[in-house]
């Protein structure tokens, strides 16, 4: 079974403290990994796919980067606008096409 | 640009009546999903729809639940005898045949009493 685990569950951070959250899964066979941003009452909002273990994408203050068991979406220098939930998600091969969510993390930023 | 819509936007029902939600895809789009999310969680996948068929199916689709997306275009979603466990967030995506990213609309809030 498809699983997706991501920390931390909620994270505190000052403006312009750069941090990281994790995104630890196991699928298989990866067709994909999504990062999606949701504000609250919203549905959630792509950011990236990365594909294979070494791949890195870039948007503005966000950098999500890939490896065979994990995944790491890096913010610099955040603003109070980055606050957010943020969702990891894999897609996995075989016929399946629905994606596996983790829980979240609960991103504030404070100014 | 026309994303994802979805109607209603929030729907309050008591339990056991019947209730029906809409999708419209972006135009191009071919395929449709439907997901679930519940208050701290991410969304769980339900079901997929490849132009008008219905490929696959989450075990938490019970049988008081059904899909349609007649002639390949909008979906809809109806839960019969709906129960307070119904009550959550139903979010419709699709996605091109092109890629694998999904897109997602605003969501259905359920709220059963």
């Known amino acids: 079974e498809d699983q997706v685990t991501q920390s931390p569950e909620a994270l505190r951070l000052q403006e312009g403290e750069s941090s990281s959250l994790n995104c630890s899964y196991t699928v298989s066979g990866l067709r994909g990994l999504f990062w999606y941003r949701q504000d609250p009452g919203k549905g959630p909002e792509f950011l990236f796919t990365?594909?294979?273990a070494g791949e890195e994408k870039e948007k503005e203050r966000l950098k999500a980067t890939l490896t065979k068991k994990e995944s790491f979406l890096h913010i610099t220098a955040p603003k109070p606008e980055d606050s957010a939930t943020y969702l990891c998600?894999?897609?996995?091969?075989?016929?399946?096409?629905?994606?596996?969510f983790g829980k979240g993390t609960h991103l504030i930023i404070q100014p | 640009d026309t994303g994802v819509s979805q109607d209603p936007r929030h729907k309050i029902t008591k339990r056991g009546q019947n209730v029906t939600f809409r999708c419209d895809p972006i135009?191009?789009?071919?395929?449709l999903y439907w997901y679930r999310q519940t208050l701290g969680q991410g969304p769980e996948f339900l079901t997929y729809?490849?132009?008008?068929?219905?490929?696959?199916k989450s075990r938490l689709l019970s049988d008081r639940f059904s899909a349609e997306r007649p002639k390949g275009s909008f979906s809809t979603l109806e839960i019969q005898r709906t129960e307070q466990g119904d009550s959550a967030m139903y979010l419709c995506?699709?996605?091109?045949?092109?890629?694998?990213?999904?897109?997602f609309g605003p969501g259905t809030r359920l709220t059963v009493t």
């Open positions: 135009s191009e789009h071919n395929r």
């Open positions: 998600a894999v897609g996995a091969g075989g016929g399946a096409d629905g994606l596996t």
């Open positions: 990365l594909y294979s």
């Open positions: 995506a699709s996605r091109p045949k092109s890629s694998y990213e999904q897109y």
């Open positions: 729809f490849q132009n008008e068929a219905q490929l696959e």
